[in-house]
């Protein structure tokens, strides 16, 4: 029962955010870089694409994974669509992810959601940005969480607010 409950009031949300997200769809981001663990890059991945239409491109996983995770981890991610190829990078090291996205060029308005160090990034390549990983010294967290169907809605709503944001 409680489950369901949160089904029906998600989608109802859902439900009510369509008709503005096809008025207003030129103004949102329509891809993203993830930099974060092997965890929340698979989730995201497949949560933006399936719920928001944002176009996961590079993934960044920049947790230690172990290699022997590292195939399991590919195949879901590729396992978001049949459609897309969605390149995975394995490495702790931030820096060297961001690097490879300053070279990178996509069509249309990206997103990138990391962790405080990128923000700067984001700015750059003039992105919305959403802090979702540790440092994060850009907001306060001390219940919103993305997980479960309340997560999913405060996903929507920060890159939303985000993109919102830009507009004077």
């Not at 540790?134 to 607010?161: Q, S």
Request: proline share 4%.
């Amino acid at each position: 029962m409680f489950v369901q409950n949160e089904v029906d009031a998600y989608y109802e949300e859902i439900d009510n955010l369509a008709t503005f997200l096809l008025e207003f769809r030129y103004g949102l981001p329509n891809h993203a870089h993830i930099l974060h663990d092997a965890g929340y890059v698979s989730a995201l991945s497949k949560f933006l694409l399936h719920e928001t239409g944002i176009i996961p491109k590079e993934q960044f996983i920049t947790d230690n994974t172990p290699q022997r995770f590292h195939q399991r981890i590919c195949q879901d991610i590729a396992s978001t669509s049949a459609k897309r190829e969605i390149p995975v990078y394995f490495n702790p090291d931030a820096g060297e992810a961001q690097a490879i996205i300053r070279e990178l060029s996509h069509s249309g308005r990206g997103l990138i959601i990391g962790s405080g160090w990128d923000k700067e990034l984001a700015r750059e390549k003039g992105y919305d940005f959403l802090s979702a990983s540790l440092p994060t010294p850009y907001r306060l967290v001390m219940t919103t969480n993305y997980a479960g169907f309340t997560g999913g809605l405060h996903v929507i709503e920060d890159i939303y607010n985000t993109a919102l944001g830009t507009y004077k």
